[in-house]
């Protein structure tokens, strides 16, 4: 693959992750709305797990060295 298309594929990928880590706050913030329904704990932890991996993953990605095989 091309430096162009790797680079292209990584920050796809990490937009990708941070709409549906955003679209995951709008759904937390809809059920924390209604007290009846339980919400996850760890719901902060796992967001800025997914934000950060995702941002450093598309970072690192167009970066690494080419592997020829």
């Known amino acids: ?3 162009r298309t790797v680079s292209w ?8 992750s ?3 880590t ?8 809809l059920s924390v709305s209604h007290p009846s ?8 932890e796992n967001a800025v797990v997914a934000v950060c991996f995702s941002v450093m ?7 690494s060295p080419r592997r020829t095989p």
């Open 1 to 3: 693959m091309s430096f």
């Open 18 to 20: 941070l709409a549906l």
């Open 57 to 63: 993953g598309a970072v690192i990605t167009p970066r």
């Open 22 to 29: 955003a679209l995951g706050f709008y759904f937390l913030a």
């Open 37 to 44: 329904v339980p919400v996850f704990d760890q719901w902060l």
């Open 9 to 16: 594929l990584a920050w796809s990928l990490c937009a990708l």
